[in-house]
């Protein structure tokens, strides 16, 4: 029995609430966010004292920008992003032909540099990396022409494609009647059109997308073997329409940032992008969520059929499904663990590393503040009304005023008895 559009989105709806990813699994959330935290030199949860030092280590930064060049040159610094191996003789040619096509569309029709770094320093940060790709069909331009000569009108066909071409109608008796070059003129018939002419071509479209906006089966060990699989992103109204949606599903989704996520929307903020008031307007440049479902159903003949289903949000408004032969997303993740699709980020071997050092680099710069401002003993016996305010002046060659020797004393300061240096460098190459 075939399914109906009630049942599709009865269907994502149920599989996304129980998946692994978007805001349905905290644990995920808190740590890709003290993550983004981390990397920003922003630690929360290693708070400093009171007029102590505020000093931060940045070691996971450091280190993820450190290997990144390393990993994308692996990709981009040879020829091929990819080659394809001839099966038999016969094959040699189409081979070389798939990978010099492969990398046109990787590197001349996308921006291929740019996809593998985000989606390298996704994964060093946030677990996992993941691009999707579809197919963008051809895209035209329209311009209207009046007046225009039959030779003007078949040189304007080589440019693009004539549409609604009629002749220009002319008054009874033009002007210049009684002058005979202005009769062979305006005898010369002249045509209105449109010309139509492509913007960009049909293409293969990738692009990496933050690993926050994915979600997949919790029993998914890839996502080819996974039933469900999702991903969302926020478009403008005429984006959608623009993109062949329908007009009237379009303007009936609901704004977005009613339910985003804000947690690690903010930890990923360095300019404040993310503090704007929820968009209460209903023209269609506002931003709607848009969630990508792809979903594996029994069909009529027992077999599994893989569906794209696209919905709001809040999955109660159906946008367009329809069934497809592949599920476009791919994901990496730096280390992996074994029977699960999420393993552990660079940041995660990083964290414990970058408070541990953290504290050293305080503790070395307490120890210097503390050298160069030692608390004193002061014996109020020998005061006067001066040596409280002198002493609180804490400036070179300026005399403390007191009415008897020894007033004044050093207290002893601790002293740190091992070397912060050495520890510091230890931990730096663990």
């Known amino acids: 029995m075939a399914l109906t559009d009630a049942d599709f989105l009865r269907l994502v709806d149920r599989e996304c609430q129980n998946s692994i990813g978007f805001d349905n699994e905290s644990?995920?959330?808190?740590?890709?966010?003290?993550?983004?935290?981390?990397?920003?030199?922003?630690?929360?949860?290693?708070?400093?004292?009171?007029?102590?030092?505020?000093?931060?280590?940045?070691?996971?930064?450091?280190?993820?920008?450190?290997?990144?060049?390393?990993?994308?040159?692996?990709?981009?610094?040879?020829?091929?992003?990819?080659?394809?191996?001839?099966?038999?003789?016969?094959?040699?040619?189409?081979?070389?032909?798939?990978?010099?096509?492969?990398?046109?569309?990787?590197?001349?029709?996308?921006?291929?540099?740019?996809?593998?770094?985000?989606?390298?320093?996704?994964?060093?940060?946030?677990?996992?990396g993941v691009v999707t790709w579809w197919w963008e069909d051809t895209k035209y331009d329209s311009e209207k022409f009046e007046g225009k000569t039959v030779a003007e009108v078949m040189a304007a066909q080589q440019s693009g494609t004539i549409e609604d071409i009629s002749?220009?109608?002319?008054?009874?008796?033009?002007?210049?009647?009684?002058?005979?070059?202005?009769?062979?003129?305006?005898?010369?018939?002249?045509?209105?059109?449109?010309?139509?002419?492509?913007?960009?071509?049909?293409?293969?479209?990738?692009?990496?997308?933050?690993?926050?906006?994915?979600?997949?089966?919790?029993?998914?060990?890839?996502?080819?073997?996974?039933?469900?699989?999702?991903?969302?992103?926020?478009?403008?109204?005429?984006?959608?329409?623009a993109a062949g949606v329908d007009a009237d599903i379009a303007r009936s989704l609901p704004n977005y940032g009613q339910n985003d996520n804000a947690t690690i929307n903010q930890a990923r903020d360095e300019a404040q992008e993310t503090q704007r008031p929820v968009d209460n307007e209903s023209d269609?440049?506002?931003?709607?969520?848009?969630?990508?479902?792809?979903?594996?159903?029994?069909?009529?003949?027992?077999?599994?059929?893989?569906?794209?289903?696209?919905?709001?949000?809040?999955?109660?408004?159906?946008?367009?499904r329809e069934k497809v032969n592949r599920v476009n997303f791919a994901a990496i993740t730096p280390y992996i663990v074994t029977h699960r699709f999420y393993g552990e980020s660079v940041a995660d071997k990083l964290m414990e590393i970058q408070r541990i050092k953290t504290a050293l680099t305080?503790?070395?710069?307490?120890?210097?503040?503390?050298?160069?401002?030692?608390?004193?003993?002061?014996?109020?016996?020998?005061?006067?009304?001066?040596?409280?305010?002198?002493?609180?002046?804490?400036?070179?060659?300026?005399p403390i005023r007191t009415n008897g020797p020894d007033a004044v004393t050093p207290g002893s300061a601790g002293a740190l008895n091992f070397d912060t240096f050495g520890a510091l460098e230890y931990f730096s190459t663990v």
Not at 66 to 84: K, M, Q, R, S, Y
Not at 195 to 211: D, M, Q, S
């Open 284 to 320: 269609d440049l506002r931003q709607v969520e848009v969630i990508t479902h792809y979903i594996k159903v029994g069909g009529d003949n027992g077999e599994l059929e893989t569906w794209k289903v696209r919905t709001d949000g809040e999955r109660g408004i159906l946008i367009d």
């Open 362 to 398: 305080r503790m070395t710069m307490d120890s210097g503040y503390f050298a160069l401002n030692q608390r004193p003993i002061v014996d109020m016996t020998k005061t006067n009304d001066f040596t409280i305010g002198d002493l609180l002046r804490n400036e070179p060659g300026l």
């Open 27 to 128: 644990e995920l959330t808190t740590s890709r966010a003290k993550a983004l935290e981390y990397s920003k030199g922003e630690m929360p949860d290693v708070p400093s004292l009171p007029n102590r030092s505020k000093a931060v280590s940045t070691d996971v930064a450091d280190t993820i920008e450190t290997i990144l060049p390393d990993l994308v040159e692996i990709f981009t610094g040879g020829d091929d992003v990819a080659v394809f191996q001839p099966q038999n003789e016969q094959d040699e040619d189409a081979a070389e032909q798939e990978t010099d096509y492969l990398n046109h569309v990787v590197f001349q029709e996308n921006n291929g540099f740019l996809i593998l770094y985000t989606m390298f320093k996704d994964a060093c940060l946030s677990k996992t």
């Open 167 to 241: 002749p220009d109608e002319y008054d009874d008796e033009p002007e210049g009647q009684g002058d005979p070059d202005s009769q062979d003129e305006a005898s010369e018939q002249t045509y209105s059109f449109t010309l139509k002419k492509i913007k960009t071509k049909g293409r293969v479209c990738i692009e990496a997308f933050a690993p926050d906006d994915f979600a997949i089966a919790s029993d998914a060990k890839t996502i080819n073997g996974a039933t469900y699989s999702a991903s969302r992103a926020r478009p403008r109204v005429q984006d959608l329409i």
